[in-house]
């Protein structure tokens, strides 16, 4: 089992910057990617960015260049730097890990991030 607390999430205006942090507790060995979807109101959940065991990464398209994803493995913490943020950004940020060996994905509760124009 792995458990997920996420922190980070608020208001910011179009242009400004926030830093998402994800802390992972549990069996965090068998931890393979880690990551950060978000939910905007009416749509579909959508992967914003990933991270392996072994540091490569992969963005969705509309945040490329913006965002960067991160990972601390001896803090077991998964961090996303968001800048120049947008109004189309504005979702439920939720964390996730996916352990490899028992196929399993687990998730945070999510936190709100809201960018005004």
């Known amino acids: 089992q792995v458990q997920l607390v996420e922190s980070g999430g608020g208001l910011v205006q179009a242009g400004g910057s926030l830093r998402l942090s994800c802390a992972a507790s549990g069996t965090v060995y068998s931890i393979n990617t880690m990551g950060w979807y978000r939910q905007a109101p009416g749509k579909q959940r959508e992967l914003v960015a990933d991270?392996?065991?072994?540091?490569?990464?992969n963005y969705v398209d509309s945040v490329k260049g913006r965002f960067i994803i991160s990972r601390d493995n001896a803090k077991n913490t998964v961090y996303l730097q968001m800048n120049s943020l947008k109004p189309e950004d504005t979702a439920v940020y939720y964390c996730?890990?996916?352990?490899?060996?028992?196929?399993?994905?687990?998730w945070g509760q999510g936190t709100q991030v809201t960018v005004s124009s």
């Open positions: 991270i392996s065991s072994s540091g490569s990464t």
């Open positions: 996730y890990a996916y352990l490899r060996v028992t196929m399993n994905s687990y």
